[in-house]
Structure formats: structure tokens, C-alpha cells
């Protein structure tokens, strides 16, 4: 039996521990949720890089193999005008690496393709019946959202700082995520591009728990027991957990992303835009080495990315990808995604139980 | 009586909280460091700002005052030479700020004056004993390291990566501060310079504790009872604060400085070198918002201050003055720095026990 000492989100979301897993599109699918669901914890689907079609076939696998509720993810960004002379400033800072792989930078490339959510998804949310829904970079538009609550859903999305985090609660937001600075993946910020103001974990999650009357989730640099038991002493109510999951036999990342994690530091990562166009914290390559974590040249979000796709065919591996991961990367086991999540339950409340002196649970 | 679960702290210092005054030169002094012991916690006199008859000054002050152990503190970085190009290229990105206040670039400047631990200060702590010595930028040379070594001091020392903390246990320091990016004031890296990988608290600390046989002591964004008892949940031993004492009538901090951190935010800091060459954390300002935080052009530490000096002369205030802070500063109240201490750790154990399900302490 679960002892939590905060039982908002667990009640919320109808969960047996309030360990959300991070929805991380591209790096996770239908077995990742399935194993945390089977553990007590939120299982997410990324829809970001999905049809539609895609998505709904996710979920009907989802159902078929796991009982608990569904956590069905989308991002919330405006795709930009196209820039035809910005997208040639990028591929001239690029030009170095076509020259060096011998490729044609006049040859067409694939579009980026990451979709926001729209009435395509929204109709999926209603038609699905997703227990809760979470949304990347903010909220989409009033009358989407509001289809999204009529279906039932509870409505969660991150927030890097207490500005964002009171937004997403007068929008009418369940929860609100407290996405730290240690966080992998993409900065979920939508009322700032300020990287260098973004705060901490252990900074944000006490003051957005002060400034909003909503359960806080905690999430960056969440990855064992001691994370989870710091969450709720920080205030949070639960917690949300990415990379720790990304060594599991469900996670979708490729080899050399893995052997990349297995040789995580805790100073491996930056954040950098150069691989979407939007801040996103990822392990250390060489292309973030040679060009700096930050460019100014990078293309909007999503449309970066279309420029790396061909040096990224051309030479699969660490140089030109991502490799999203967050800064307790090296506290990762290689361990089944069931296994992380009953781990992160078990010693997360042994944790606590020892710090006040009481016996450890069995 | 303390009731602390982790006593290593409490055991190797001699105080009965595991709770650590930030050194913070410029902005405390005896009597932050008296009312901090006090309660209970360890007080610091920070002396890379004095001579060493100023800080023996300060020494027989604490004495009279306080019985508790004392933190002397000192800076081990190494003077840079002098370079004439640097400094004509810093004067010329501040060349239009003389020129709005009407100075003239050629007049004579103050040099800055930070010293680093040498002779004079080694002879100061081996005549006046402090419990504890230490340091910030590493460590002294290796002969002024035994001789404090010898005087019975205990030493210690922040790192802000898990290498830098190795390199520390590896030469002998008793304890390790383990300082998160959220920290205020000069980030104490001394194994690299790259910002944009410093991990911050959160994912820092645990790292860290994992890495080294030794307490750990957690700091940066360290403000009130929730991130004492995070910081025991991580495996730190005890804390550090800082910016949490800013705001007490003990604090030399001036007028514009205490006003700024009243109305602080949670994204109003970020790490600057433009006050002192050096990355530090502070309150954004315009001199900060303008040049932009970070700058190429800075000269190397201490020296970038000498050109601030005659702008901050000519306009006091926080245009062009560093108002160090941590990312936690909204959660620092205007309370004397005796009750700061006792409510961290009332506060920090009532937490704990409630975390777990214990009734809180009185």
C-alpha cells in the first residue's frame, strides 16, 4: 500500500503513486506508458511527432494493455512564417559540416515536422476520452481548450517560472508542472526566451507552490528516491520523471543515445537550440561544442531541424543529434520502466521515512 | 533540543543546526556572523574584502560576542597580470556610460582589491584558530594548506560540478559545499568556466554525495525549512544560506540592494561576470540587461571592477552596482538573522516529521 503524505494528485488522476512519466515525443511510445502505468504512476503519449491516425492507434494500445488512466500529450507552439533568408543564414552556419559529409546543401530537404495541437487532435481528446490531457509551451486557444475540459479531461501544462505557472492557473489549468532548469528535453517556457533567468528546481517548485493554489509537480533533476522525497519537501505534490526512463528496454532512443547516457556527468548537458530552434537541455556533441549551445542563427521552431536531417542521415550518431537528457542523467539505471517507477515509489517514501526517524518500510 | 537525523555536520563543526552562514564578502560581517552562532548555526566572516588586521579585528569581535565555532573565509583565486588591450577593450564597451555621467575615462581609477589567501592570512588563522577555514575558487597552494591544516581548523570548500568536488575530497577538505546554479554571489568554479553546463541544486547535490565520502552541504536556492529538509532528502548533510540573511538588519547590503531584493522574482537574477570578471549571480540591472550578463570584453577577476568603480560613485543605486542574490531571493523576509536560523531549522525539521506522518515539534 502507498503512504504518501500528499494525496492530491494521486486522488486527481486516479493514480497509485504521483509519479508522472514525462511524455518525451520521439523517445517514448506505448510501451514506456504501459510499464509506468502498470506501476502505479501516469503513463504519457507524446502526440508531437504523430498523425493524428498515429496517435489514436497509441492509444487504443495503451487501453488494450493497461488499465490505468492516460496522460495524452501535445505541443501548443505557433508554427513561424517561412524565413527564406534566415533559413539560409542557418545553412550557411551548417555549411562547414555539408561541405565535410559531401552533401549537396541545394538538395531538397524534409520539412520538420512537429504539429501543434489543432481540431484534428482536439477531436482525437474527445473521441478518445484521455484521462488527462498536458500541454507543452503554455495552452492552446480558448475554444480548443475548451473542448478539451467538456471531454473530461484534466488539464495540466509546465510552467519555468512562477509567471508562467500563474498564467496556466487563471487558464484554468488541474496542476501545473515546475519545470527546473535541470529539465531534458524542450524548456516548456512560453511567456519568456530569457535562458539565462530560468530558475532551478529547488528554487521554483516552493515559489510557484506559494504563488498558485494548485497540486505542483515537480520536475528536473528528478531521478531516484532522494528526488522524490526533495519534491515533497520542497512543497511539490508529486513529481514528473523523464530521464530516468530513458535507459529502460522501453525507451525508443537509438544506441549511441544510450551509451551516451550510460557515460553521463552531471556537467554533460547545456541547453541549446540549435537542433529544433526552440531551448531544449540535451547531452553535449559536437555540434553544440563547435557552434555553442546557443545560436542566433538557428531557424524558429520547428524548422531548425530540417537543415541537421540530412548531416543527421548522412552520419547517424552523437555528432548532429539530440540527445535530449536532463542534468541527473547519471543517476539513471539501465532498468525496466515498471522496475524505475516501483523504485522511485519505494525510496522516495523510505526516504522520508528515515529522515524523521521512523523505520523504513518493507 | 535538535533532533537532527543527520548529525555529521552538527559532530564535525560543533553547532547545533546544520546550518552554514554564507561567507558573503561586502554584505556580512560580525554581526551576521554573531547572530547566525547564536542560534545554533556556524557564522562566517568573509575576509577577501579585508586586510588581515581588518579581519583580525573582526575575529576578536566574533569572540567577545559569540561562543560558538567560526567560519573565516577566504578567496584562493590567482591575481591575473596586468593587460592593457583587456582593459582598454572593457573601458570602451563602458566608454558610454562615462559619457552619460560625464567622467572622464583617462582620470585615475581605484584598482580592485580582492586578495587571495597567502602568507599574511595563513599567519592570521594559525594565531587566531578559527574552527573552520574555507574556501572559495579551490583551494590554497598546497604548503598554506597544510599549515591551516596544522592550526586544527577544519576545512572546506564548494564545488559547482562532481568533478570539482573529487578534486576537493581528494585533497583533503573535511566537508563539501556542493554550490547549485541557483546560488548568489561568485560561482566558486575553479575546474571550468563553461556556465552553461553548471548543474544546478536539485541535480547537483545527489550527484555529488555519490561521488565523495564526505558530508555534503547543500547551497544555492537554500531560503526557508522546505529546502532544509530538501536538502537532507538529497543526501546533503546540512545547508548554506545566503541570500536568506540579505534582508536582516545584520546585512551590510545597502538601501537599493534590500529594496531590489523585496521585490525580487523568482527569474529576476542571473549570473553575471560584468561587476568583477567572475561569474556571480545577481539581481538583473541595467548595466546587466544592456551589455547582456555575460560579456567577452570583462577583464579577468578582480580586475573588472575598476572600471565600475567610478560609475557606481557617480550614480549609486542599483543601475550599475552587483546586488548579489540567489535564485530563492523572494523567499527571504525581513527578520533578524538569529530568528532566520532558528526558523530554517524549526521549520526544516517540522517538514521532515510532517512528511512522513509524525505529529510536528513544538
Do not use: K
Amino acid at each position: 500500500m502507498s503512504d504518501w503524505p500528499d494525496r492530491r494528485l494521486i486522488d486527481l488522476f486516479g493514480i497509485r503513486h504521483p509519479i508522472l512519466q514525462a511524455p518525451m515525443a520521439g523517445a517514448s511510445g506505448v510501451a514506456l506508458a504501459v510499464a509506468v502505468s502498470r506501476a502505479g504512476g501516469l503513463g504519457a503519449l507524446p502526440c508531437a511527432l504523430l498523425s493524428p491516425e498515429e496517435a489514436q492507434a497509441q492509444v487504443e494500445a495503451f487501453r488494450q494493455a493497461a488499465g490505468g488512466p492516460l496522460n495524452l500529450n501535445f505541443f501548443c507552439h505557433t508554427p513561424p512564417t517561412p524565413d527564406l533568408a534566415a533559413e539560409a543564414a542557418w545553412m550557411a552556419a551548417l555549411s562547414p559540416y555539408y561541405a565535410e559529409l559531401g552533401l549537396d546543401p541545394e538538395a531538397p530537404r524534409p520539412a520538420a515536422t512537429r504539429a501543434p495541437f489543432d481540431d484534428a487532435f482536439c477531436a482525437l481528446v474527445e473521441t478518445t476520452r484521455p484521462e488527462v490531457v498536458s500541454f507543452h509551451f503554455g495552452l492552446p486557444t480558448a475554444g480548443l481548450l475548451a473542448r478539451v475540459r467538456a471531454s473530461g479531461a484534466r488539464v495540466i501544462s509546465s510552467a519555468t517560472t512562477v509567471e508562467e505557472a500563474v498564467w496556466l492557473a487563471e487558464r484554468g489549468c488541474d496542476a501545473v508542472i515546475a519545470m527546473g532548469f535541470e529539465a531534458g528535453g524542450h524548456r516548456a517556457s512560453f511567456l519568456t526566451d530569457d535562458m539565462s533567468a530560468q530558475p532551478g528546481t529547488f528554487a521554483l517548485v516552493p515559489q510557484i507552490v506559494d504563488a498558485v493554489d494548485l497540486p505542483v509537480i515537480a520536475a528536473g533533476g528528478v531521478a531516484d528516491g532522494r528526488g522524490v522525497a526533495a519534491a515533497l519537501a520542497l512543497g511539490a505534490a508529486g513529481v514528473q520523471v523523464g530521464t530516468a526512463y530513458l535507459r529502460s528496454p522501453e525507451s525508443l532512443v537509438p544506441d549511441f543515445h544510450r551509451q551516451a547516457l550510460a557515460a553521463a556527468r552531471d556537467d554533460g548537458t547545456a541547453v541549446t537550440n540549435l537542433f529544433t530552434g526552440r531551448p531544449a537541455r540535451g547531452i553535449s556533441n559536437r555540434l553544440m561544442a563547435e557552434i555553442g549551445p546557443m545560436s542566433a542563427a538557428a531557424t524558429p521552431f520547428p524548422t531548425a531541424a530540417g537543415a541537421l536531417a540530412p548531416l543527421r542521415s548522412a552520419r547517424p550518431g552523437p555528432d548532429f543529434s539530440n540527445m535530449w537528457a536532463g542534468q541527473g542523467a547519471a543517476l539513471a539505471r539501465e532498468s525496466g520502466a515498471e522496475d524505475v517507477t516501483l523504485a522511485l515509489a519505494r525510496d522516495g517514501l523510505a526516504r522520508l521515512a528515515r529522515l524523521s526517524g521512523r523505520p523504513r518500510p518493507a
